[in-house]
């Protein structure tokens, strides 16, 4: 086939696709994204589309909804939704975090699922894809309230998930005390100490160390590749971090560990600015500990840093920006103001926070672009590394973890890369994490054959 022949097949695939599952945008958008980079694999390899491996790959083997009821410390009685999306296990069992947030949807998870495939891919390390939430709002809930939930979020979990079926872990709304009361109910209703059925636990039942860390030190380490491709390093670089939940923390610990400057955190009620760079152990003690609000930090740090309520973290010049809050928080006004203030490098914390019309802006005037699907594949990287742990009963040292996470990023981008060169794109990491990931799962899935 001819690439417009190819380019024609894509379109019409993708346009079945949105119709088959309406008023999912977001996962409209992964898809699309994808879609859009493949032409010239498929020409390369006609027997991809002979096996119908686009229309198997955009469809999950797997969805499960479920009701999640609980109550709070009033006795009142909540209904929330639970998800679990198995999207493909050609590599591995699926392995994705959870979301607990108030937009969660179906879409929603079908659009981090659908990422989740890819990237868990780019690591190398047999892993397959699916995610799953709930649109429960942890803001503001006791730790009993929380409690409840995950038991009775699990209570139906349970029987979806095991160590070589599916593995789920954290995401936004669910970190280590999320995953400790969904471990222990798991525990409790199949009588199985069974490690290796969630990741991101505690540290002193089975969790890895780096774990919390990686997400965010991955992408800086992603970052670090792509400005050393360009003869640069990250000493002295001002960073426009957004976000201030585990992946923005670790990025900006890691990026001060470098060199660089991070200068700004933000949360649903606006951003925070700091001409002395961001002090992460306030930051710290007031996320993690307190689970306060970022206004606080910019209260308490004193002259240097102020807050500006519903602002856009954007318009604060920077040499490089990495989104680390959630999907499409940089549109294509804030790549405009990024890259008049000068910005020569992007990479995605978070998952897709790029809109598409950005992602585009900032490859036409060259500034380097990360993909999340690459530049946050460390987090879950990271967990494959405490399943081989819980697997062995081993645990490994922070060093030890910290040398594979550094190798693991160093090959993804170089797979990346690559990739991208050979398939015509050189520069275009987006094409190359596509390309790369895509080849990986659907040479396994050819091989399996038709399921
Ligand atoms: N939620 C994370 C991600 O988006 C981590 C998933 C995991 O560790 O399984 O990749």
Redesign the pocket.
Known sequence: MTRLDTKDALASLYAEIEGRNPAQPEFHQAVHEVLETLAPVLEARPEYAEAGLIERLCEPERQIIFRVPWQDDRGRVHVNRGFRVEFNSALGPY?????FHPSVNLGIVKF?GF??VF??ALTGLG?GGG?GGSDFDPHGRSDAEIMRFCQSYMTELYRHIGEHTD??????G?GTREIGYLFGQYRRITNRWEAGVL??KGQGWGGSLI?PE??GYGNVLFMAAMLRERGEDLEGQTAVVSGSGNVAIYTMEKLIALGANPVTCSDSGGYVVDDKGIDIELLKQIKEVERGRVSEYAERRGASARFVPNGRVWEVPADIALPSATQNELDEKDAETLIRNGVKAVSEGA?MPTTPAAVQLFQKVGVAFGP?KAA??G??A???L?MTQNHSRTSWTAARVEEELDRIMRDIHTTCHETAERYGAPGDYVTGANIAGFERVADAMLAQGVI
């Open positions: 392995k994705g975090g959870l979301r981090l990422e989740q990237k868990n892993i995610k593995v789920p872990a954290g995401d936004i669910v990741t991101g774990r990686a997400t998952n999340g946050n594949a987090g879950v990271v967990s494959a405490e």
